[in-house]
T-cell receptor, first 118, second 113 residues
Framework: DTGVSQNPRHKITKRGQNVTFRCDPI?????LYWYRQTLGQGPEFLTY????????KSRLLSDRFSAERPKGSFSTLEIQRTEQGDSAMYLC????????????????FGPGTRLTVL | GESVGLHLPTLSVQEGDNSIINCAYS??????FIWYKQESGKGPQFIID?????DKRQGQRVTVLLNKTVKHLSLQIAATQPGDSAVYFC????????????FGAGTRLFVKA
């Protein structure tokens, strides 16, 4: 499978615990994005990497959230001291300026990691 | 602030009919608009896009229309099929300046057999 993969697919944790999610983008894609999606809503942008550089962070990304992409390939999103409000689907997407289907920056999404904080 | 919204949360159509999903946006500076389809348990999937200097773009069974005067975007699906049942999101971003994409809340399309 050459699509975007995310692990784990589901995570249940207790409030106050730390969790880490992993995203493996499409191998030729240099851009990687994290989004959060709650039920009935569209994805909300969290952060964006170009290669290993984190170029943009949303105000939604509090100091409890950190994302890395150390070698410009896979990325991790860590949430420390989880709160019930962190329960959501966390989506990863990747794109490449040079590998476009459409006209601009269409992003290819993974299946997401569903986080439930008890 | 920036926002992308949708007029209707749900749309029900008969199989074989055409579907029209509407979207309003507020950021005149956006370069680029995209429609995504999201099926249950999956991430959004790219359908079609359009640049701000275009009025219309066609794909396979889908057409996107952009009316910049009233800041309105629509997705037309011809001969709607059961497999088209999903939530559809319009999204906007700027081709320069970070590629931050802003999504609307989505419209759920039901296709009746």
């Amino acid at each position: 499978d050459t699509g975007v993969s995310q692990n784990p697919r589901h995570k249940i944790t207790k409030r106050g615990q730390n969790v880490t999610f992993r995203c493996d983008p499409i191998s030729e894609h240099n851009r990687l994005y994290w989004y959060r999606q709650t039920l009935g809503q569209g994805p909300e942008f969290l952060t964006y990497f170009q290669n290993e550089a984190q170029l943009e962070k949303s105000r939604l990304l509090s100091d409890r959230f950190s994302a890395e992409r150390p070698k410009g390939s896979f990325s991790t999103l860590e949430i420390q001291r989880t709160e019930q409000g962190d329960s959501a689907m966390y989506l990863c997407a990747s794109s490449s300026r040079h590998l476009q289907v459409g006209l601009g920056n269409e992003q290819f999404f993974g299946p997401g990691t569903r986080l439930t904080v008890l | 602030g920036e926002s992308v919204g949708l007029h209707l949360p749900t749309l029900s159509v008969q199989e074989g009919d055409n579907s029209i999903i509407n979207c309003a946006y507020s950021n005149s500076a956006s370069d680029y608009f995209i429609w995504y389809k999201q099926e249950s348990g999956k991430g959004p999937q790219f359908i079609i896009d359009i640049r701000s200097n275009m009025d219309k773009r066609q794909g396979q069974r889908v057409t996107v229309l952009l009316n910049k005067t009233v800041k309105h975007l629509s997705l037309q699906i011809a001969a709607t099929q059961p497999g088209d049942s999903a939530v559809y999101f319009c999204a906007e971003n700027k081709i320069t300046g970070g590629f931050k994409t802003i999504f609307g809340a989505g419209t759920r399309l039901f296709v009746k057999a």
